[in-house]
């Protein structure tokens, strides 16, 4: 797997569409993926069943899509803030503020693509390839950051500030979510001062 692939390009939208991901999104990350099937994702969504299956293949599909909104969403605030910080210490900063204000959301339950991959963990599964490509990417940004700040070892910083991230997303969901997001406030700088 490329961790430069791209995420699949836009899709034929419409309304009915849109209402079943928002619906399934909604659900999905609030109640878990397997407890939620997608005759309560059409009732909730007010759509029929053959328009279901003029979007999505199944469930499988569906999720797929699911856990694909949400990448392009956190891609757009990254893009967001690169562009905002160019310097690569202000930008790791401001990921690591990202990161932290989502933990302490008001509905936070936990990372969507963690949640995802412990409910599907067959590795050649769509749910999990899914999962691993969103990984790979902010990986990558990560490991572009730390390049870019001069870090004598890019790749253990940025495999550094993905597992301090991924702690502090299950922290912030089980424990104290304020407690959470410190660590990683502190922790992403210690790594940018490590170089």
Not at 40 to 47: G, T
Not at 94 to 118: K, L, S
Not at 157 to 186: I, N, P, Q, T
């Amino acid at each position: 797997m490329s961790t430069t692939e791209e995420v699949p390009g836009p899709v034929r939208r419409s309304a009915a569409r849109d209402r079943l991901l928002g619906t399934a999104s909604r659900l999905f990350y609030g109640e878990g993926i397997r407890g939620v099937g997608v005759d309560r994702v059409m009732a909730e969504a007010d759509v029929a069943r053959g328009t279901f299956y003029r979007h999505f293949d199944g469930k499988d599909d569906l999720v797929r899509a699911y856990l694909e909104a949400a990448d392009r969403q956190i891609r757009d605030g990254v893009a967001a803030a690169a562009k905002q910080f160019p310097s690569p210490a202000d930008f790791l900063a401001a990921v690591a503020h990202g990161i932290g204000d989502e933990v302490c959301g008001a509905r936070f339950r936990g990372c969507p693509f963690i949640n995802a991959a412990a409910e599907y963990p067959d590795p050649d599964s769509v749910i999990h390839q899914a999962v691993l490509r969103h990984r790979a990417w902010f990986r990558e940004v990560l490991v572009d950051a730390f390049r870019r700040l001069g870090a004598a070892a890019p790749e253990q910083s940025a495999d550094s500030m993905v597992a301090l991230r991924d702690g502090v997303m299950v922290a912030g969901y089980l424990g104290d979510a304020e407690a959470a997001r410190a660590v990683l406030l502190h922790g992403v700088p210690a790594l940018v001062a490590a170089g």
